[in-house]
């Protein structure tokens, strides 16, 4: 253990950072929702940077939760996270905030239904863009045949 001399409030704040910056971040005692230790049993340790994330989004949840702000550059970061991962936010803000757990079916379900909302809206995305640029090539051809009535060359 550490043997602090003089001010120990103070050396034992500086030894507690130092040590808490030299042990890896994640913390699995840090977990708070059922759901995340859900998807800790079904992830594997190469993919723990997943859980890692779903920590953030606890965290981000409870200083929410708590009135708090992130500040500019944290908003950023919890925006990308919530983006990147809406189903788990939903689950673990569901759970945190109005205290209903989701279980690992109803969590599958809505991943599953947000993977086919996501490839609808980015199919009409895909006919929306060639729609437009089918109008675009008509009104060029238009304005080509227009071009020539007036006696301008190709």
């Known amino acids: 253990m550490y043997h602090i001399h003089g ?7 500086l030894v507690k950072g130092i040590v808490e910056a030299l042990t890896p971040q994640m913390s699995l005692a840090r977990i708070r929702t059922e759901f ?17 994330i779903l920590m953030h989004l606890e965290d981000a949840v409870d200083v ?23 189903v788990e936010y939903e689950c673990i803000k569901l759970e945190m905030i109005d205290g209903k757990l989701t279980s690992p079916e109803e969590s599958m379900r809505l991943k599953t239904s947000h993977v086919r909302e996501t490839a609808r809206r980015e199919a009409e995305a895909v006919e929306r863009s060639r729609r437009e640029a089918e109008a675009r090539q008509e009104r060029q051809a238009e304005l080509r045949e227009q071009w020539r009535e007036l006696g301008g060359r190709d």
């Open 36 to 52: 995340v230790r859900d998807r800790l049993k079904e992830t594997s340790w190469d993919d723990r940077g997943y859980i890692e």
């Open 7 to 13: 001010n120990h409030e103070e050396e034992s704040a």
């Open 64 to 86: 929410i939760r708590q009135g708090k702000s992130w500040g500019w550059s944290g908003a950023m970061l919890w925006n990308r996270m919530k983006k990147d991962f809406p």
